[in-house]
């Protein structure tokens, strides 16, 4: 696994990943699952890898320098 998610992708995929999870303890009924939409956010934040970006071939992950 390559990382694929660059700086500011990451910084906003963890933010609105914590939102969308905090909907989970703040919304009632059914609706209150799509807070677990927040965890996927979450975790491309976190491991900075989105399968979806692979399969896209997008990349916003600067190059490393060598």
Do not use: H, Q
């Not at 677990?36 to 956010?41: E, K, Q």
């Amino acid at each position: 696994m390559n990382a694929n998610v660059g700086g500011i992708d990451r910084a906003l995929r963890i933010v609105v990943g914590i939102v969308l999870f905090a909907l989970f303890f703040v919304l009632e009924g059914n609706a209150r699952y799509l807070g677990l939409l927040g965890l996927v956010m979450l975790a491309t934040g976190i491991f900075r890898f989105c399968p979806a970006y692979t399969l896209l071939g997008v990349n916003t992950c600067p190059m490393k320098k060598g």
